[in-house]
């Protein structure tokens, strides 16, 4: 589907780094990427083989992401999230750690076979969805019921109607549907997803079906790939009763080794949303990795656990996109 806000939002981006990357294919600047020393946690979501930004902006094309395996080969030394970890980093290069969120099929479908064709490791932080009966997560039916779904739906005793954006907005106090349901427990999102999850079937799978446990049992047997815990439902783990979250952490690291036969003791927070008392319910069920995207609080510098990660831009190219894995940003 044609949108020209996100074509117009690429076309600018890829602007904005011309320069860096004219200076790179014509060798000015490549003694940047052979020097700079140092290691990054990266976030990487679906893999898909075109249109990757029809229902969300975190997908990264097939080509694109084997393209930049080949760059990361050459210029990085990509490590597991153990050695990362333990800072068994290399010194004449930068340090690079894959991971992978929301245990989408088509990071078994496509990201398995390059791992193994490049030898390189990576982690997916998988949910517990299918224990749960689902093949989708709830956000994922949201983003493709902004594209086909009804411009009004009744949930409960509310009216939604889609606003400019075709994100659902309350009608009576003007939130929005998905920051509603990101603060509730599974049980109401489930209403939710019976009335709008017919519209999968408009998209293709590559966009939203999630692994089968005999896939993550395939994946988890590679040398290349390990199996974390993306939490069992996929809910917001900071705006759920500390109960709810300690049986949810619980129920997805048994559910996980089960599967794979191995130790999980690595988390990644759905959101990178946390508090404290989330970390030490983490630390509590035996995961001793936790990652989040960036750190919400005082003193998690200082938390052996606690590790940040940067998230891939799909709007920029690949040269771009070595550069903020350095600098940890995208300036």
């Known amino acids: 589907m044609f949108d020209p806000a996100n074509i117009l939002f690429q076309f600018r981006s890829r602007l904005k780094g011309l320069p860096r990357d004219t200076g790179f294919h014509l060798g000015l600047n490549q003694s940047f990427f052979r020097n700079a020393r140092g290691a990054r946690i990266l976030v990487y979501h679906g893999i898909c083989p075109d249109n990757h930004l029809r229902f969300n902006t975190l997908f990264v094309k097939l080509k694109t992401f ?16 153990d050695d990362f970890y333990r800072q068994q980093f290399s010194d004449k290069k930068f340090n690079i750690c894959l991971t992978f969120d929301d245990g989408f099929a088509n990071n078994y479908k496509y990201v398995l076979p390059l791992l193994e064709q490049y030898q390189v490791p990576a982690t997916f932080f998988v949910t517990g969805i299918r224990d749960a009966g689902y093949d989708i997560l709830w956000n994922d039916v949201l983003s493709i019921a902004y594209k086909y779904g009804p411009a009004k739906l009744t949930l409960g005793n509310e009216e939604f109607i889609k606003g400019s954006d075709k994100k659902y907005i309350s009608s009576s106090t ?5 920051d509603i349901l990101r603060s509730t427990g ?49 809910n917001d783990l900071a705006k759920i009763s500390i109960g709810s979250v300690r ?7 048994q559910f996980l080794e089960n599967i794979t036969g191995k130790e ?12 404290r008392e989330v970390v030490a319910e983490a630390k509590n069920a035996g995961y001793s990795q936790l990652l989040a995207i960036e750190f919400l609080f005082a003193g998690d510098t200082g938390d052996a656990t606690l590790r940040e990660r940067l998230t ?14 350095i600098t940890g940003n995208y300036k």
């Open 66 to 81: 084997e393209s930049r395996l080949r760059l990361y080969k050459k210029y990085f030394n990509i490590v597991s999230p």
């Open 174 to 178: 003007g939130k929005r549907l998905v």
């Open 186 to 234: 599974f049980e109401e999102k489930t209403t939710m997803i019976e009335l709008l999850g017919s519209f999968k079937s408009e998209a293709s799978n590559d966009y939203w079906l999630q692994m089968t446990q005999e896939e993550i049992k395939a994946l988890s047997a590679s040398k290349w790939a390990t199996i974390g815990s993306h939490s069992y439902y996929h």
């Open 247 to 253: 049986d949810d952490l619980a129920r997805s690291k």
């Open 264 to 275: 999980v003791k690595a988390l990644a927070f759905p959101y990178g949303s946390y508090t």
């Open 312 to 325: 891939i831009n799909p709007f920029i190219s690949n040269v771009n996109q070595m550069h903020a894995n």
